[in-house]
């Protein structure tokens, strides 16, 4: 089976990276990237506690019969 980037490529790419966008705009493309991430799994941990919510008064609804205050 084959790997997804090898150490070759992945300098490759690198290199390209840096020349199209110089070693100034780096950290901040990194900054950025890592921000992106960080609001992606909070979306997704939003999600995620809003499904388990949902859930939960869905199963109190089918239990009681009444809904939720």
């Known amino acids: 089976m084959e ?3 090898r150490p070759q490529e992945l300098l490759i ?3 390209i990276v840096l020349v199209l966008f110089g070693g100034n705009k ?3 493309l990194a900054r950025n990237l ?3 991430q ?3 799994k909070a979306g997704f941990r ?3 506690d809003e ?3 949902d859930n939960t008064d869905e ?3 089918a239990e009681t019969g009444k809904t939720p205050a």
């Open 3 to 5: 790997e997804f980037l």
């Open 13 to 15: 790419i690198l290199v």
């Open 26 to 28: 780096l950290p901040e």
């Open 34 to 36: 890592g921000k992106a």
């Open 38 to 40: 960080r609001e992606l």
């Open 46 to 48: 939003e999600g995620a």
């Open 51 to 53: 499904a388990a919510t």
């Open 59 to 61: 199963a109190d609804k």
